[in-house]
C-alpha cells in the first residue's frame, strides 16, 4: 500500500471525526452567524438613520425642499422632505417618530420659522435647516435689492475640496482584509493547531498509537493528521471568508475592491503555510507530553512565537508596511504568515519577495516536520511524564 | 515462519532483550511466557517496528520484515487502545484500510467480524459506550479482520471473564486452524496448556526454552510420581533420601524423581506397605517447567539481572 494512501487515510479520519463533532458544527455555525450579524445587525438597527427625515408644515416656501437637498449633500447627508397639511399633523408625525424634525418657515419667506424636535436637537439637521433657511432668506432680501443675479449665484460657490492624499472607500476596505486577515491566521494557528496538538496527546493518552503504528509510520501518522485538521480549518476559513463577502455585498455595507480575489488567494496560501508550521510544531510537542493537562504548558514556546510574530505584524508592519521591520519579518518563518499578507494588503511588497518569503516559508516546514517527525516517532510511544526532545530524538526508529 | 533471530535492545543500562532467538510456524500456537520485565513485549515491539532493535533481525518467511509485511500481521498491544468517540465498525475498518483493504472489503470484513464476536448490534455504537470486555472483543476484531497471516497478541487473556477466554481460545485455535501463525503472551500458565501447541519462555531478554509443549515435557528429566497406599501415611518412603516429597497428604504423597527412577521398585515397595490406590507416573506441568526454566541456574551465565522496562 502507498504511504499517501496511509497518509490520506489517517486524514480523512480526521477529516470525519472531527467535521462531524458538533463542536466543530457548532463553531462554524457560530462564526458565520457572527461575521453576518456584524454585517446585517448594523444595517437593521442604523440602516435607516443614515438618511434624516424633515417634515415641512405646508404652506412653505417653493425652494425650501432644494435649498435643503442641496444644503444636505455640501455636508454629506441624505435627507428626506415630507411635506404636511398643517402643523398639528407635523406635530403628530414627530412624536409618533416618523420624522426626525419639523420645520415650519412661513411660504413668504417674512420669519426664520422654528425647528422642532421631538427630544434632543440633532446637529446635523440643524445646520442643514438653518443653512437652507438662512441662504433662502438672504437671497430674497438681496433679490428685493436688485443684486445682480449672476454675481448672487457665484457668491454662493463653496470652495472646491482636495486631499493630499485621498484615501478612497478601497483603502478603508484593503486595511480591514488586512486586519481581520491577521486575526484569521491567528485564530486557525490557535484553533486548529491546539486540535493536532490535543489530538496527538488523546492518541497518545488512549494508547491507541500503538495499533496504528504497527502499519503507519510516525512521519505518515503526524502528516496525515495535520493535513486532515488543516483541510477542516481551510473549510471554516471559506465558510467565513464566503459569508462576510455576501453578508458585505447584499447590505451594500461597503463595496469590495477589486483587489479582493488577490487578497484573498494571500489570506489562503499564508494560512494554510502559517497553519502547516505551526500545527506541525504544536504537534510535535504534543507527542513530548503524556497528559493532556501538560498541553498548554508544552505548547508555551510554540504559542509565545506566534503572539509575538501577530503583535509585529498587527502594530509595527501596519503602521510601517514597506518598514525594516516589515521585511525583515518577512523572511522568518514564523512571522511571514502575519506579516506578508498585511503588506500585500497595503501594496508594499514586491512579488520577488512574496515568492522568497514562500519558499523560505516551505523549506521551514519541511526541516520542522522532518525533525518532528523523528521526535514524534521516539516520543509518541513513550509514557509518564514528559519528555525531553534530546531523549526523543535519540530513541526514535529511523 | 516467523523467526526472531538474535534479538538485543538496551534502554540505557538496562537490558530488555539479549539475543532472543526463537521461531514460529504458521497454523501453530505459540505461548510466549516469562515473568515481567523478561522482554515479551519489547520483542513483540520489536516485530512491529516500534522498538529498533540494537542487534539481531527479525524474518517473515525467510526474508527481513518491512512496513509491506507488517500490513499482512495482527496485533493486540498489551496496553489495549482504540479510538473512544470513533464509532465500532468505522474503527475496525479504519485499521482494515490501513492494513491495505479497499473501503468496501474493509467495510464487509468488519461487519462479518463483528457479527463472529456477537458485536453486530454494536457496530454504530461509540467504543466508549461499551462495556470493558466488548471493547477488548472489539481490540481483538481490529487485529483479526484484515486476515493477517500472522497474529501477534500481548496478554490476550488478561482481564476477560470465562466466557471472553472461550471466545478467545476458540478465535486463536480456528485462525491457527487455517494457516495462521499465533503468538501470545501470557501468565496464565494453565490456559496457555491448554490452548498451545508450542511455548517459548524468556527470561532476562533470552529464550531460555522453546518448543512443543510435550517435548519440553519429556525432555524434562522431572517426572511426578503421585502414589496412594492406604493405611500407610506415607510411611513405606521412610529412611529414603534419593527422594524428593513434595506433597505428603496422610496416605498421598507426591514425589520428584527423575526419569531414569526404578518405578518398578518403587512399585514393590509401596504394595508392600498397603494397598496400593493410586499410582501415577506424570510429566512436570508447565508451571513447574516455567519455574524451572526462568530460575537462574546455579552454574551463572553472566545474565545481568533483569529490570523493570519501561512500557
Known amino acids: 500500500m502507498s504511504r499517501w494512501r496511509s497518509v490520506w487515510l489517517v486524514a480523512k479520519r480526521e477529516i470525519l471525526e472531527r467535521g462531524r463533532s458538533r463542536g466543530f458544527l457548532f463553531s462554524v455555525a457560530f462564526t458565520t452567524l457572527l461575521v453576518i450579524g456584524s454585517f446585517v445587525v448594523p444595517t437593521l438597527l442604523f440602516g435607516d438613520k443614515d438618511t434624516k427625515t424633515i417634515g415641512v408644515v405646508q404652506p412653505a416656501p417653493p425652494d425650501l425642499d432644494t435649498a435643503l437637498t442641496a444644503t444636505a449633500g455640501r455636508v454629506d447627508q441624505k435627507i428626506s422632505v415630507v411635506p404636511y397639511d398643517d402643523a398639528g399633523a407635523a406635530q403628530a408625525a414627530l412624536s409618533e417618530g416618523h420624522v426626525d424634525a419639523v420645520l415650519a418657515v412661513p411660504a413668504d419667506l417674512t420669519a426664520a420659522g422654528t425647528l422642532h424636535f421631538a427630544k434632543e436637537p440633532d446637529q446635523a439637521i440643524t445646520q442643514i435647516a438653518s443653512g437652507a433657511v438662512v441662504s433662502l432668506r438672504v437671497q430674497q432680501v438681496l433679490t428685493d435689492a436688485n443684486v445682480d443675479q449672476a454675481a448672487l449665484t457665484a457668491a454662493q460657490q463653496v470652495p472646491t475640496v482636495q486631499s493630499l492624499d485621498p484615501q478612497t472607500e478601497a483603502d478603508q476596505a484593503r486595511f480591514l482584509f488586512a486586519n481581520i486577515g491577521a486575526v484569521l491566521i491567528l485564530i486557525g494557528i490557535f484553533s486548529f493547531g491546539f486540535t493536532v496538538l490535543t489530538g496527538v496527546i488523546e492518541e497518545k493518552q488512549s494508547r491507541v498509537v500503538e495499533v496504528v503504528l504497527s502499519t503507519v509510520r510516525p512521519r505518515d501518522l503526524l502528516m496525515g493528521k495535520v493535513l486532515g485538521i488543516g483541510i477542516l480549518g481551510l473549510v471554516q476559513l471559506l465558510v467565513f471568508v464566503v459569508a462576510a463577502m455576501a453578508a458585505a455585498t447584499l447590505t451594500r455595507r461597503f463595496t469590495l475592491p477589486e483587489t479582493t480575489p488577490g487578497a484573498i488567494l494571500m489570506l489562503t496560501i499564508w494560512f494554510v503555510l502559517g497553519y502547516a508550521l505551526y500545527s506541525t510544531a504544536l504537534g510535535f510537542l504534543g507527542a513530548l507530553a503524556s497528559r493532556l493537562e501538560e498541553a498548554s504548558n508544552a505548547s508555551t514556546p510554540v504559542t509565545m512565537i506566534a503572539m509575538v510574530s501577530y503583535f509585529v505584524a498587527i502594530f509595527a508592519v501596519i503602521n510601517d508596511p514597506s518598514g525594516i521591520v516589515a521585511r525583515i519579518a518577512t523572511f522568518i518563518p514564523a512571522s511571514a504568515p502575519f506579516v506578508v499578507p498585511l503588506r500585500a494588503a497595503f501594496d508594499a511588497i514586491s512579488p520577488v519577495e512574496i515568492v522568497i518569503s514562500i519558499v523560505i516559508t516551505v523549506a521551514a516546514i519541511w526541516v520542522l516536520f522532518t525533525i518532528g517527525a523523528r521526535v514524534y516517532a521516539g516520543a509518541v510511544l513513550q509514557t509518564g511524564g514528559r519528555m525531553k526532545i534530546r531523549d526523543a530524538w535519540r530513541s526514535a526508529v529511523g | ?311
Open chain 2, 1 to 311: 515462519m516467523l523467526e526472531i533471530d538474535d534479538l538485543a535492545k538496551r534502554y540505557g543500562s538496562v537490558v530488555a532483550l539479549d539475543g532472543a532467538t526463537f521461531t514460529a510456524r504458521p497454523g501453530r500456537i505459540v505461548g510466549f511466557l516469562g515473568p515481567n520485565g523478561a522482554g515479551k513485549t519489547t520483542t513483540m515491539r520489536c516485530i512491529f517496528g516500534l522498538v529498533e532493535a540494537d542487534r539481531g533481525q527479525v524474518r517473515w518467511k525467510g526474508g527481513p520484515v518491512d512496513r509491506e509485511t507488517r500490513l499482512r500481521f495482527g496485533y493486540m498491544p498489551e496496553q489495549r487502545g482504540l479510538y473512544p468517540r470513533m464509532r465500532v465498525l468505522e474503527q475496525v475498518s479504519y485499521f482494515a484500510q490501513q492494513h491495505g483493504l479497499t473501503a468496501r472489503a474493509a467495510d464487509d470484513a468488519g461487519r462479518r467480524w463483528l457479527d463472529r464476536m456477537g458485536l453486530a448490534d454494536r457496530a454504530k455504537s461509540k467504543l466508549e459506550e461499551l462495556s470493558h470486555g466488548n471493547q477488548q472483543r472489539v481490540q481483538l476484531t481490529v487485529a483479526l479482520a484484515h486476515e493477517p497471516e500472522l497474529l501477534v497478541l500481548d496478554e490476550p487473556f488478561s482481564g476477560l471473564d470465562p466466557l471472553g477466554i472461550a471466545t478467545m481460545t476458540e478465535v486463536l485455535q480456528d485462525r491457527a486452524r487455517s494457516g495462521v501463525g499465533v503468538v501470545f503472551s501470557s501468565h496464565q500458565l494453565d490456559l496457555v496448556e491448554d490452548v498451545c501447541e508450542d511455548v517459548v519462555i524468556i527470561a532476562r531478554g533470552r529464550v531460555v526454552a522453546a518448543g512443543a509443549i510435550e517435548e519440553l515435557k519429556s525432555r524434562s528429566g522431572r517426572r511426578h510420581l503421585e502414589v496412594e497406599v492406604v493405611g500407610s501415611d506415607g510411611t513405606w518412603l521412610d529412611g529414603d533420601g534419593s527422594l524428593t516429597v513434595l506433597e505428603h497428604d496422610r496416605d498421598r504423597v507426591k514425589l520428584l524423581v527423575s526419569d531414569s527412577v526404578d518405578l518398578d521398585a518403587l512399585l514393590q515397595r509401596a504394595r508392600a506397605a498397603g494397598e496400593v490406590r493410586t499410582f501415577a507416573y506424570q510429566p512436570p506441568k508447565l508451571s513447574e517447567l516455567f519455574m524451572e526454566a526462568v530460575t537462574p541456574s546455579s552454574d551463572g551465565d553472566g545474565a545481568e539481572p533483569a529490570a523493570e522496562v519501561p512500557s
